[in-house]
């Protein structure tokens, strides 16, 4: 089945009823029969840059979806559901996502980053994934500007996602200036300026939370 996987995405985009709904019945049964699995190949499949952007923007969005619901009680049955997933799978569907934030293509990054802050919104008040924050803070860095815009829009999302009671003081500082230093006028880069500007809404209420 995860051969078959960005033919299915692609299908359930299809303007043809009839293979648009068989596409959706093959993905269902498939995340039904293996959930491990069926995730893993969704978050292949957005990390893939040769997948087509149509088939990697789907995976990304049925991975945000099986991560959070607007009901509380589905979206608590979700969050339980993610926790108990294998720790293997987990680290690898995580390892995608981060991967995916360099991805040279906006829709795939864009997608990968707020999977990111949903999985952060989960496993960091369970004291999980301790070295996200770290790793995302070492990727601003990166001299490609599209990864230093992927990694502000992501630090965004998650400053939104997460309560500043389960980050500690230091990382809270350091995303901070991470992100009051890509809006600094010595960035020149317009679209990271933007990100920039836009994750610092989220963080100073992040940071004032915390205070």
């Known amino acids: 089945m995860a051969m078959e996987v960005t033919q299915l995405l692609l299908n359930a985009q299809s303007i043809d009823g009839n293979v648009r709904k068989h596409a959706e019945e093959s993905l269902k049964q498939f995340q039904e029969q293996n959930l491990p699995s069926f995730l893993l190949s969704l978050s292949g499949e957005l990390a893939n840059d ?126 901070l200036t991470a992100v009051v230093q890509g809006m600094n006028a010595s960035e020149g880069n317009n679209d990271v300026r933007l990100a920039a500007t836009r994750a610092l809404y989220n963080a100073l209420g992040f940071a004032q939370r915390k205070l």
């Open 50 to 175: 040769e997948k087509p952007v149509d088939s990697r923007k789907l995976a990304g969005l049925i991975l945000k979806n099986a991560l959070d619901a607007k009901e509380q009680h589905r979206k608590l049955e979700l969050v339980q559901r993610w926790l108990s997933l294998d720790n293997n799978a987990k680290g690898q569907i995580k390892a995608c996502l981060l991967t995916t934030l360099a991805s040279p293509v906006p829709d795939a990054w864009s997608t990968a980053s707020q999977v990111i802050a949903k999985i952060a919104g989960i496993e960091l008040p369970q004291r999980q994934w301790p070295e996200l924050i770290g790793s995302l803070l070492s990727n601003i860095h990166q001299l490609p500007a599209h990864v230093k815009q992927a990694t502000l829009e992501t630090l965004g999302y998650l400053c939104e996602e997460v309560s500043p009671d389960v980050v500690d003081q230091d990382h809270v500082n350091k995303i």
